[in-house]
């Protein structure tokens, strides 16, 4: 499976200019003929960094239904492969709910999912609420189970619940069934693991001049704390026939006065062991192109 990461530097509030500046990147770029999957960053042409209701208001967008969802459709339709965008939503009840969500195209120009974020960061709760159901796992096409998250949906939830609660990496464990009782001498069956996407707007703890001074360099302080909160599923595959991917595809640049890691990168857990396929700058605009059935470039961990 072939899968893009759009990584690039989208300002607040400017909607066609950041579309005009992932269209450039794209058109910019190689993507490979077999693509299977683009996945771009959270709230990817509105800008995240709202400070309240207000402020976003005029940005949102109707459920799968707004220019982000246009944009996306076209696009999965030019290149012939599932596309995936981060929004910000307003339902059509009455009265309105805001998320924030991604919403996910087939190749065909059909809407296949639309995910809300479950664990709200401190900007989101301005003006987002956390749905009834978390994470769960859904088919998608030939893209096959999928578990998706957004940024913050990683983290303890609220910043409370205990480190070791692991919740998102707990319920992409929790999908995998039981092993089935086998036969002395009997093969065991494969057992097919979900892929897990996420969106991400993750802040630096670096300044932007840190940030200016070398940014095709990943943030590998980010890149170690993402590897650290999918903990439970480096335990679990060295008993569980992998391998597990995790796909994290982060936006870069600065939008007020806040920082973004950057560092997009997809990982690959098998056997105890964590690998990296590639790995972004953390100030780079780029489309990381990655291919799951090749070999990863950069071990983090040995396995077993």
């Known amino acids: 499976m072939r899968i893009a990461l759009l990584q690039f530097d989208p300002d607040v509030g400017t909607v066609q200019a950041n ?39 005029p940005y949102l967008e109707p459920t799968a239904a707004g220019i982000s969802t246009q944009w996306a459709i076209q696009v999965a339709k030019h290149y012939s492969c599932h596309v995936t965008i981060g929004y910000p939503e307003r339902t059509t ?33 301005t003006w987002a609420a956390e ?10 096409n030939r893209l096959g ?22 919740e998102f990496a707990t319920a992409a464990l929790a999908s995998i069934p039981p092993r089935p009782l086998i036969t002395p001498g009997e093969a065991v069956p ?12 993750w802040l630096s ?6 940030i200016a001074s070398d940014p095709t360099s990943p ?21 569980l026939p992998g391998p597990w991917y995790v796909v994290l595809a982060n936006r870069c640049g600065m939008e007020k006065t806040v ?16 690998s990296l396929f590639e790995t972004c700058g953390r100030g780079e605009e780029k489309v990381l192109c990655v291919d799951l059935d090749g070999e990863p470039k950069f071990s983090v961990r040995s396995g077993r």
């Open 93 to 125: 009840d009455s009265p309105p709910i805001n998320y924030n969500s991604t919403v996910t195209i087939s190749p065909t120009g059909q809407i296949l999912q639309n995910y809300r974020k479950s664990f709200l960061y401190y900007t989101d709760e």
């Open 19 to 57: 579309i005009k500046r992932a269209d450039d990147l794209l058109q910019r770029s190689k993507l490979p003929v077999d693509l299977d999957w683009l996945i771009l960053p959270e709230m990817a042409f509105s800008g995240y960094n709202f400070h309240s209701l207000e402020e976003i208001i």
């Open 131 to 140: 749905p009834p159901a978390r994470f769960h796992i859904q088919h998608l």
């Open 219 to 239: 943030d590998i302080a980010t890149v170690a704390y993402w590897v650290e909160r999918f903990q439970p599923i480096v335990e679990r595959s060295k008993e």
């Open 259 to 274: 920082c973004y890691a950057g560092s997009s990168t997809v990982i690959k857990i098998e056997n105890g062991g964590v």
């Open 190 to 201: 494969p057992r097919e693991t979900p892929l897990i996407v996420v969106s991400m707007a």
């Open 145 to 166: 189970p999928i578990i998706q998250g957004i940024c913050m949906d990683i983290n303890p939830h609220r910043f409370l619940a205990p480190w070791s609660d692991y």
């Open 205 to 210: 703890y670096l300044t932007a001049s840190e």
